[in-house]
């Protein structure tokens, strides 16, 4: 596994990038999304690949997991911003890349990644370092969560209108937050503006995952307990669901692993396939 960075992302934010490096580098065309900007952000050390977690086929299930739900909120991005949305805020972004890779799209819009101050502090001085810089429509909202601080309100003071409609992703977050944790954010967001769509991700019992994916999802959890980011959270589709009602949404809906996996795996003929364990909540206000 990665090393804990003090000045940086995290090692599981550090993972992401370097799976969706790892689709384009060593999976065959078509990729599902083409990403080596996070690795060009993260840098790592030459031998990379050889790391554990890396292995191009144990772990290929998760990287076109990883890939997948990527490319499932940009096409989402990019639909909402064809009926007008104009507003894009990443909960927990991490080494997120839509900016740099998908400028046609993320220029009309106003893009706000939320990340911790130590973390966007690092992401700032790398995207200035190779050259791409922070575009007046790119906002880096640092919160530090750990401290109690409130997202919602530095978010607006980033310059986010909450009286305009708005696309928010937060992936490979809700597994580490705490049920009422998750439930509180999603009374926050259900008060967004009509027109606003939310998607979030979220790990399904031991139980809901598919049997040929059960051993590699157990060997992840005591890593993500050594690395200081346990799993704590786990949800069946209708509990996530229930979750969103509650909170206030009228309008939310499942999307499985499995219809990803139709949607940008059917046609490969290599034996590339997400693995399951993670499916997303689609509400809208």
Same mark, same amino acid.
């Not at 799993?231 to 909170?247: K, T, V």
């Not at 309008?251 to 997400?274: C, I, K, M, N, Q």
């Given at each position: 596994?990665a090393?804990?960075r003090?000045?940086?992302?995290?090692?599981?934010?550090?993972?992401?990038a370097?799976?969706?490096?790892?689709h384009?580098q060593?999976?065959s065309?078509?990729?599902?999304?083409?990403?080596?900007?996070?690795l060009?952000?993260?840098?790592?050390?030459?031998?990379?690949?050889r790391r554990?977690?890396?292995d191009?086929?144990?772990t290929s299930?998760?990287?076109?997991?990883?890939?997948?739900?990527?490319r499932?909120?940009?096409?989402l991005?990019?639909?909402?911003a064809?009926?007008?949305?104009?507003?894009?805020?990443?909960?927990?972004?991490?080494?997120?890349?839509?900016a740099q890779?998908?400028?046609e799209?993320?220029?009309?819009?106003?893009?706000?990644?939320i990340?911790?101050?130590?973390?966007?502090a690092?992401?700032?001085?790398?995207?200035?370092e190779l050259?791409?810089?922070i575009?007046?429509?790119?906002?880096l909202?640092p919160?530090?969560?750990?401290?109690?601080?409130?997202w919602?309100?530095?978010?607006?003071?980033?310059?986010?209108?909450?009286?305009?409609?708005?696309?928010?992703?937060?992936?490979?977050v809700t597994?580490?937050? $705490? @049920?009422?944790?998750?439930? +509180?954010t999603?009374?926050? &967001?259900?008060?967004l503006? *009509?027109?606003?769509?939310l /998607?979030? !991700?979220?790990?399904?019992? $031991? @139980?809901l995952?598919?049997? +040929?994916?059960?051993?590699? &999802?157990?060997?992840t959890? *005591?890593?993500?307990?050594? /690395?200081? !980011?346990?799993?704590i959270?786990?949800?069946?589709?209708?509990?996530?669901?229930a979750?969103?009602?509650?909170?206030?949404f009228?309008d939310?809906?499942?999307?499985?692993?499995?219809?990803?996996?139709?949607r940008?795996?059917a046609d490969?003929?290599?034996?590339?396939?997400?693995?399951?364990?993670?499916?997303?909540?689609i509400?809208?206000?």
């Amino acid at each position: 596994m990665a090393n804990e960075r003090t000045d940086g992302p995290d090692s599981t934010a550090v993972r992401v990038a370097l799976w969706r490096a790892m689709h384009v580098q060593v999976d065959s065309p078509p990729h599902v999304i083409e990403d080596e900007i996070g690795l060009q952000l993260a840098a790592p050390d030459e031998g990379w690949r050889r790391r554990p977690d890396m292995d191009p086929r144990g772990t290929s299930g998760f990287r076109a997991a990883i890939v997948a739900r990527a490319r499932f909120i940009e096409d989402l991005v990019a639909e909402q911003a064809g009926h007008g949305v104009s507003q894009y805020v990443v909960l927990g972004a991490g080494l997120d890349t839509f900016a740099q890779r998908r400028p046609e799209i993320a220029s009309r819009l106003r893009v706000f990644e939320i990340e911790q101050p130590v973390t966007q502090a690092w992401k700032r001085r790398r995207l200035t370092e190779l050259g791409y810089g922070i575009p007046d429509w790119l906002r880096l909202v640092p919160v530090d969560f750990e401290a109690g601080g409130d997202w919602w309100e530095q978010l607006s003071e980033a310059g986010f209108d909450p009286g305009r409609p708005a696309v928010v992703a937060c992936t490979g977050v809700t597994m580490y937050l $705490t @049920e009422d944790a998750t439930a +509180a954010t999603l009374r926050r &967001l259900a008060g967004l503006a *009509p027109g606003s769509t939310l /998607a979030m !991700t979220f790990m399904l019992p $031991t @139980e809901l995952v598919d049997d +040929a994916d059960r051993p590699a &999802l157990e060997a992840t959890r *005591p890593q993500a307990q050594a /690395a200081g !980011t346990p799993f704590i959270s786990f949800y069946a589709p209708q509990e996530m669901l229930a979750l969103a009602h509650d909170a206030g949404f009228e309008d939310a809906h499942h999307v499985s692993g499995s219809v990803l996996a139709e949607r940008y795996f059917a046609d490969r003929t290599d034996d590339l396939r997400p693995s399951s364990g993670e499916d997303l909540l689609i509400a809208t206000t």
